[in-house]
């Protein structure tokens, strides 16, 4: 599994921000994927997930404003993030579980402006 996430940046507090995740090695259309985020000093912790057929799930911090969608024939996840808070100005990493062992890509760092 190789999980390549970028879009991360700079954006003022309020603003618009796309994620997106790439995956290769994987039968994309047929896997979980999720995304993480890692602030300084905090411990990682799961943001959104959609599942195989699409079913979505939200963090509280981000529901109303997040959402997470999938693109099975670019085999790409995305998180779009809207009104951006300062609180959300972590790494963001796209994961997914292959045979029982959790995957992760290799993080895109989201700085927000206040």
């Known amino acids: 599994v190789q999980l390549q996430a970028f879009g991360g940046g700079l954006v003022q507090a309020g603003g618009f921000l796309r994620l997106s995740c790439d995956a290769s090695?994987?039968?994309?259309?047929?896997?979980?994927m999720a995304w993480y985020r890692q602030a300084p000093g905090k411990e990682r912790e799961l943001v959104a997930s959609?599942?195989?057929?699409?079913?979505?799930t939200y963090a509280d911090p981000v529901k109303g404003r997040f959402i997470i969608s999938r693109d099975n024939y670019a085999d790409a996840v995305y998180l779009h993030m809207n009104r951006v808070a300062p609180e959300d100005a972590a790494v963001y990493y796209c994961?997914?579980?292959?045979?029982?062992?959790?995957?992760w890509g290799q993080g895109t760092l989201v700085t927000v402006s206040s």
């Open positions: 994961s997914t579980v292959d045979r029982g062992v959790k995957r």
């Open positions: 959609i599942t195989s057929d699409g079913g979505t």
């Open positions: 090695r994987i039968i994309f259309r047929a896997y979980d």
